[in-house]
């Protein structure tokens, strides 16, 4: 028999008719050039990563750091028609240059061994930190997860696992379950709701069933896999399940991909941050 064929990805993007909404606000964050008049998935994707760095504090880093915003935000007005401010592509790369700069010191506040920051490494492998001391992809998805208060852990040169809280299970002692009276269907579900709500005002974004299920089927990985390995978080209530995920995750791309139409899972090449 033969081996199971690895997950690859696709190689090139395909241009999809775009939404005017999305498309002008891309325009404006200048994610694309004021010409152009359709985006890829690739775009989509980098659009949720720079709505994603704006909930998390991109303009108070940018402030206390710099003293101004001139160059990096743009003004314009929201859905209400009222005024409003928006991260661009430009203060996205530099929001992303100043957090690599403080990120030792939040890994280190977190547990990680300070002589250990940036040879540090995710729990497939994929390094934190480049050569030039800037987070990498990987890296800025567990920093971004630190941030939350979500649950992110690293790897050690020596193989050894750390993090903020307690590594996987599946590296730990196996212990007898804890046995704990089930909430009342209603309560369960309000309080899912509500936790969905407070990943969301820190940039996650929901998906779908059938989304996760595509990436379930192209990453060939188990629902609890895919929670251990990258950032989606499954909130089931008594009737209610709420799957969400980071923009900053590298399996993000799929669900980009997904939504432009592109469904298959024969898949080639590797996503990249631009």
Not at 93 to 116: C, I
Not at 145 to 166: E, F
Not at 261 to 274: C, V
Request: proline letters at 7%; charged letters at 30%; zero cysteines.
């Amino acid at each position: 028999m033969s081996a199971p064929k690895p997950v690859v990805w696709p190689s090139e993007e395909a241009s999809r008719s775009a939404d005017p909404q999305t498309l002008s606000e891309m325009r404006k964050r200048r994610l694309v050039p004021p010409d152009q008049e359709e985006y890829t998935a690739d775009d989509y994707t980098q659009l949720q990563r720079v709505r994603e760095a704006q909930a998390l504090g991109a303009f108070k880093l940018i402030r206390q750091r710099l003293a101004t915003l001139k160059g990096y935000a743009v003004e314009t007005r929201g859905a209400d028609g009222l005024p409003d401010i928006w991260l661009t592509s430009e203060g996205y790369r530099k929001y992303l240059f100043l957090k690599s700069q403080t990120a030792r010191g939040v890994f280190e506040q977190h547990g990680a061994e300070a002589k250990f920051v940036f040879k540090l490494k995710d729990t497939r492998g994929k390094a934190l930190f480049d050569q030039r001391g800037m987070l990498t992809q990987e890296g800025d998805s567990t920093y971004n997860r630190l941030l939350r208060g979500l649950p992110a852990w690293w790897r050690y040169p020596d193989g050894r696992v750390g993090g903020n809280t307690r590594p996987p299970p599946e590296l730990m002692p196996k212990a007898a379950p804890v046995q704990v009276s089930a909430p009342k269907p209603a309560l369960e579900d309000a309080e899912a709701a509500k936790k969905a709500g407070m990943l969301k005002s820190t940039g996650y974004v929901e998906i779908s069933s059938e989304e996760e299920g595509f990436l379930l089927k192209s990453t060939h990985m188990t629902e609890g896999d895919l929670e251990r390995e990258s950032s989606l978080q499954v909130v089931r209530g008594k009737h209610v399940v709420f799957y969400l995920m980071a923009p900053s995750d590298p399996l993000f791309a799929l669900v980009s991909r997904y939504r432009t139409g592109e469904k298959g899972t024969n898949l080639q090449g590797t996503p990249a941050m631009k």
